[in-house]
């Protein structure tokens, strides 16, 4: 066996009920390199670094440590092979200090000893770059100081392989700069280090081989020098892809949405909402960009009538030139009555947009089952609507009355946008939209939003991924702790620009008390 | 792959089946029925050296053996299943009402209260008011939990509980108050030389009349819970209050809504079991049906028809668990062992249409 293969993954299947979420997969993952794995939505990434991080049990195949076969069942296991997963969720002890999420789980004999471990935490930190304080809490920490705690955690068990995944979905673009000058440090240092991704850009920036999985199956690995976009797109979906989002021109601007000092408070009694100003207009696509947890979600919860709303006002204003209404202190279904219409998804689709249990049919009923006088509800519009969204964006389900919570994420997402399209909108508010979709589906969203901005409707459109709010939004407001850091032009701003919004208040830094 | 068998694979893991069809899955239950059965057999026989078929034969015999037995069990199926009918719509909102049994006492008590104190009244106005006393008071027995939850945020399990409890001294209270002949502590059969206020016979049967009502219950209670815009709100609301409330349902509302109907219909159990069966109140009354409800609806998975099957297998088991500790001079607690296992085997089959197991020996076939 070649002295360089950290990891040989040979002939992996991994099967959940009928579904095969790796097939045969063979390869390996070098010494010293930093390997990204990349594919779609449900391609079988997380599922395989799960087998060798000890949470699944591969149905078929074998893992080579070292060249030596391992069986690895448990995360500790994984730990004497030397292998540590980052996971997408941390998992962390709120009220532990640092040090002491280190060191939890660890069989060591003897007495906790808090100067020999802050020691070895200080001697990892200062080989790799990091900065932590192990006195510090979890609930004070940031999420980036959260990732890295979870990733010296990992190394001080000795591990050599790492495993992200999707480290830089939380972060923004700064922190991810730190996160991946760290990450090449490991790997001059030797270690094996795993990226679980579906960003390209990243992919390209940041790794020495690529490795891509497709629906389950193993495609290939290439190196980072001879890939681009395009060539790397092409293996992760199979076919050719265009990568523009088209970004109309705004027409007939007209103010259909009025937010003014906009305060929430939620039980805790922390501001979540603070002062809040903008206006959203008819016919364009106004993209809001932010820190996971700064208020976005709150903001459109106030606006649907579904968040209590502690001081300010929202205006709707109607195209037909009639008063302008109050949206302030009403509920969804008194919004509704108003003659507003106004299409959310959630970002939450099956705790809030649909419910997991019933199909297609009784879900697209769920805002309109109350129309009519008859005690009974009427299924046959709901089954046309159904039939109609299931053709036309190619919904994949068994049956209409298949519970939605069986389908795909990206199935998931096409039934509830369809059916908040399909009644429509003069304000269309989303969430994470294309979260955990493919690319094919994520670039069928963006034309439909695109089509709603041309019919006039007034999009609002909260995202994550800083490169699509560049390309498709006219303006981007910006939110940073529950307040409008700034409002830009999607045009002419730059990521960077964006990035330093996120983190700071117009510049000021103020988004300490988190 | 020479070292193949240095690997300790898991020998057993668990993994979870995408779909099982209908027939299958009913072919499973069946054959768990009768391993429940031949396992009962094995320790009827090692324990008490019977003949198990013959004590199989007494347990059928008791349940079914005449017209009066089957009467008899079809009034004990109608009661148990009012309870779950009653309790459908709160747990399909997963609201967990574990109150049915002082729901029922109080509907019992009201239901009593009339036909002691309004027996002079003619029978349908008398049948009437006991009708919507016994409603109503089931209804109020559920509306202050509900209250308590939909404002308050109250843990509705331990509330309704509880209720249990104050409805038990109530009862108890009353039967004090009401008993007779007076030193007795027991009401006695009311009104058993008028007959006022119990139920008629119905086609010569004096216990088709319970039937009747709960099936009728039973076909409103599914129809309401699959067809109606309440019965669709009760769905959702179950299912997540964020997405109620995302689709402009008013949860508050539809929860004490829900669990008056529940405790109403809990409290009609309380009516059909003191107007047409024991003709007495007493705090043995819901007779612990209240909690056996439960395990009822969850068998049957909150549907209605459903409920039908399992009450039915429940008080198979139940009363043929009694007949056969009389026939064969066994002690109730032996026969009550059978009942157990048959449950637990039913229970167990569910695993087995849920999940499969798969062998280490298995996956060695595979990979070779």
């Known amino acids: ?514 | 792959m020479s070292n193949k068998n240095t690997q300790k694979d898991p020998f057993v893991r668990i993994v979870r089946r995408s779909s099982m069809p209908i027939p299958l899955a009913w072919t499973i239950r069946g054959i768990s029925m009768l391993l429940a059965l031949l396992l009962s057999a094995l320790l009827i026989y090692t324990i008490t050296k019977l003949d198990p078929i013959e004590v199989y034969k007494s347990m059928f015999n008791g349940v079914f053996g005449n017209k009066m037995r089957s009467w008899n069990t079809f009034k004990d199926v109608a009661f148990l299943l009012c309870i779950s009918v009653g309790l459908a719509p709160a747990f399909k909102m997963r609201f967990w009402n574990i109150g049915a049994e002082g729901q029922v006492l109080m509907g019992g008590i009201a239901t009593a209260a009339c036909m002691l104190y309004l027996a002079a009244l003619p029978t349908p106005l008398l049948f009437l008011c006991m009708i919507a006393s016994s409603l109503l008071a089931g209804a109020l027995w559920a509306l202050i939990p509900a209250a308590f939850k939909a404002n308050f945020g109250t843990n509705e399990t331990l509330f309704t509980l509880m209720m249990n409890y104050v409805a038990i001294q109530i009862t108890s209270f009353l039967v004090s108050k009401w008993e007779n002949p007076f030193g007795s502590n027991t009401v006695g059969i009311i009104n058993s030389l008028t007959r006022a206020g119990w139920f008629p016979s119905v086609g010569g049967q004096k216990y088709g009349l319970n039937v009747i009502i709960v099936l009728v219950l039973t076909v409103f209670m599914f129809i309401y819970l699959k067809y109606t815009k309440q019965g669709y709100e009760i769905a959702v609301v179950g299912e997540s209050v964020n997405t109620a409330r995302y689709a402009g349902i008013n949860v508050k509302k539809t929860m004490i809504r829900t669990m008056l109907i529940s405790g109403a219909v809990c409290g009609l159990a309380g009516f059909v079991a003191v107007s047409g069966a024991s003709h007495t109140i007493s705090v043995d009354t819901a007779g612990g049906r209240g909690f056996t409800a439960i395990i009822v609806a969850w068998l049957s998975k909150f549907n209605t028809p459903m409920m039908i099957l399992v009450s039915l297998l429940i008080v198979f088991l139940e009363n043929g668990a009694d007949r056969i500790a009389t026939d064969f001079g066994l002690n109730e607690h032996a026969s009550e062992i059978i009942s157990a296992i048959i449950l637990f085997f039913v229970l167990g089959s569910e695993f087995f249409i849920n999940y499969k197991l798969v062998f280490r020996s298995k996956r060695e076939e595979v990979t070779e």
């Open chain 1, 1 to 514: 066996m070649q002295n360089n293969i950290a990891v040989r993954f040979e002939n992996i299947t991994k099967t959940f009920g009928s579904v095969k979420a790796n097939n045969k997969i063979s390869f390996d993952i070098r010494k010293g390199e930093i390997l990204s794995l990349l594919g779609e939505n449900g391609s079988g990434k997380t599922t395989l670094m799960n087998m060798l991080s000890g949470i699944y049990y591969p149905d078929e195949g074998e893992i080579f440590v070292d060249g030596k076969p391992v069986t690895i069942t448990s995360p500790k296991d994984a730990f004497s092979c030397g292998i540590g997963m980052i996971h997408q969720h941390f998992k962390l002890i709120d009220v532990f200090s640092a040090a002491e999420n280190i060191v939890l789980g660890l069989d060591e004999k003897g007495n906790y000893d808090r100067k020999k471990v802050a020691a070895k935490i200080k001697e990892i930190c200062d080989r790799y770059g990091f900065n932590i304080n192990p006195d510090r809490k979890v609930y004070d920490m940031t999420v980036s100081e959260k990732q890295t705690l979870e990733i010296v955690k990992v190394l001080y068990r000795g591990a050599d392989i790492l495993i992200l995944d999707e480290p830089t979905a939380v972060l923004t673009p700064q922190e991810t700069e730190k996160l991946f000058a760290v990450i090449r440090n490991m790997r001059d240092h030797g270690k094996s280090v795993v990226i679980i991704t579906h960003k390209l850009h990243e992919v390209l920036s940041v790794s020495d081989r690529v490795a891509i999985l497709r629906k389950g199956e193993y495609i290939g690995t290439v190196d980072t020098i001879d890939a681009t976009e395009m060539t790397l797109t092409e293996m992760m979906v199979g076919k050719k892809i265009e990568l523009d989002i088209e970004r109309p021109e705004p027409e007939n601007l007209r103010e259909a949405l009025s937010v003014r000092n906009l305060t929430c408070i939620n039980d805790e009694g922390v501001k979540v909402l603070d002062s809040i100003e903008f206006s959203a207009y008819s016919g364009e696509i106004l993209g809001i960009a932010g820190i996971s947890g700064c208020g976005q979600k709150e903001l459109l919860e106030a606006i649907a009538g579904l968040q209590k709303v502690y001081g300010g006002s929202i205006m709707f204003h109607p195209s037909d030139g009639k008063k302008s209404k109050e949206l302030v202190g009403k509920t969804p279904r008194q919004i509704a009555k108003l003659g507003v219409s106004l299409s959310f998804v959630p970002e939450d689709r099956l705790g809030m947009g649909l419910v997991g249990s019933m199909g297609m049919t009784e879900n697209m009923m769920l805002k309109s089952y109350n129309s009519g006088h008859s005690p009974f509800i009427a299924t046959r519009k709901p089954k046309r609507l159904a039939e109609k969204i299931h053709d036309e964006l190619e919904v994949v389900t068994p049956s209409l009355n298949t519970p939605v919570k069986k389908l795909s994420g990206g199935n998931v997402q096409k039934v509830l946008v369809g059916r908040e399209l399909s009644c429509d909108p003069t304000v269309l508010m989303t969430a994470y939209a294309v979260r955990g979709l493919d690319i094919n589906t994520s670039y069928a969203i963006y034309h439909l939003l695109n089509e709603q901005k041309k019919k006039g409707v007034a999009v609002i459109f909260v995202g994550e991924d800083l490169d699509v709010l560049l390309e498709l939004s006219d303006r981007i407001l910006v939110l940073c702790g529950g307040r409008v850091s700034g409002i830009l032009d999607g045009r002419t701003t730059t990521k960077e620009e964006v990035g330093l919004l996120m983190t700071k208040l117009g510049g000021k830094v103020g988004a300490d008390n988190e």
